[in-house]
């Protein structure tokens, strides 16, 4: 499955959103849609230098799209996977789980590409 794919919902409802090497942004919008399509929570998850992204990701969610959403219980972790000479390394991964809350309202709504801003009221 490529890096930023979603998976399809878990027996326990939630969607995992891996993070990898797409910009930032682009996950942030796939959180943020699969949050909005209702069901659980979305785990984001990340390895090695991907795990910094996976942060700023869910914090971008949490900060400018979804005011209050909520984390679960973060998961830290060594893994121990075979690198491309064939030796085994050991590389840190994170899972973040995040869910809307009741009270979380969906943040500014960007303005649609080619739009013109409301004009001022005379006064």
């Known amino acids: 499955m490529p890096p930023g794919a ?5 027996p326990d409802g939630t969607i995992t ?6 910009p930032t942004m682009s996950y942030v ?11 659980g ?16 990701v869910v914090e971008v969610v949490r900060r400018k799209f ?6 679960g219980s973060i998961s830290i972790t060594t893994e121990r996977l ?9 590389v840190s991964s994170i ?5 809307r809350t009741a009270g ?6 960007p303005p649609a590409p080619g739009s013109e801003p409301p004009a001022a009221p005379d006064g």
């Open 82 to 90: 075979v690198n491309r000479e064939g030796r085994e390394a050991n």
């Open 29 to 39: 919008f796939e959180v943020v849609a699969q949050l909005h399509s209702g069901g």
């Open 95 to 99: 899972s973040i789980p995040i869910q």
């Open 66 to 71: 979804l005011d209050g959403a909520e984390l």
């Open 104 to 109: 979380s309202s969906a943040g500014p709504t």
């Open 6 to 10: 979603a998976r399809p919902r878990g």
């Open 17 to 22: 959103v891996f993070i990898g090497p797409k």
């Open 41 to 56: 929570p979305v785990v984001v998850k990340a390895r090695g230098h991907a795990i910094a992204k996976a942060v700023d």
